[in-house]
């Protein structure tokens, strides 16, 4: 028996994310807020680069271990059944949109900066219920996540915390476009 490196862009993503943290704790302690959070609205300034880097780069930033194992716990349970489903591609390119999408609103919309893969983890919390279904069918278990997580967040949107519930909304309606609009590809079974 051998390990093998079975979802490459989650496992990537994962470890990138780690080394991040790792660096923001020990030798660069500005390094998340510098590189890898989204600032809010008044903070995001079009004409500066890293302001359009953090756009995509904030999906890497956590604030703390518990930050970054809450986002993970998802992220690697379903991550490599989606990668294996959709490609790795296409998965690369579902999370990257997903965190334009949550960091583009959060800076024109939110005063407060935006870090964490929160909105990947829900786009794929809402994508993994489109892994077995026929374009003439919405599945149901699609209807009870979707119930269930983003009503969840909605209630929790009214609430006063720290934690973004408009990043996890948002990367779950991406998850919801993502399932409608792209077809899983065939997986090869071996016999």
Not at 109 to 116: D, E, N, P, Q, V
Not at 133 to 155: D, N
Not at 171 to 179: A, D, E
Request: proline share 3%; glycine share 8%.
């Amino acid at each position: 028996m051998r390990l093998k490196y079975n979802a490459p862009v989650v496992l990537t993503f994962t470890f990138l994310c780690a080394a991040v943290l790792i660096l923001s704790q020990t030798a660069l302690r500005d390094l998340n807020k510098t590189w890898f959070m989204v600032p809010g609205r008044g903070g995001f300034y079009a004409g500066d680069f890293r302001s359009w880097v953090t756009v995509l780069t904030h999906v890497m930033g956590h604030a703390s271990w518990t930050h970054l194992l809450s986002n993970f716990s998802f992220i690697l349970l379903i991550g490599p059944i989606l990668e294996e489903n959709y490609g790795s591609p296409a998965l690369l390119l579902m999370m990257a949109v997903t965190a334009l999408v949550t960091g583009l609103i959060n800076a024109f919309l939110f005063r407060a900066g935006l870090m964490g893969a929160s909105g990947v983890a829900f786009m794929m919390i809402l994508l993994i219920s489109f892994t077995n279904f026929s374009r003439e069918e919405i599945p149901l278990t699609f209807i009870l996540v979707l119930v269930l997580y983003l009503g969840r967040e909605l209630v929790n949107s009214f609430s006063s915390n720290n934690v973004s519930e408009f990043a996890h909304i948002a990367g779950g309606f991406c998850g919801c476009l993502f399932g409608f609009l792209r077809p899983v590809k065939k997986i090869k079974k071996s016999r």
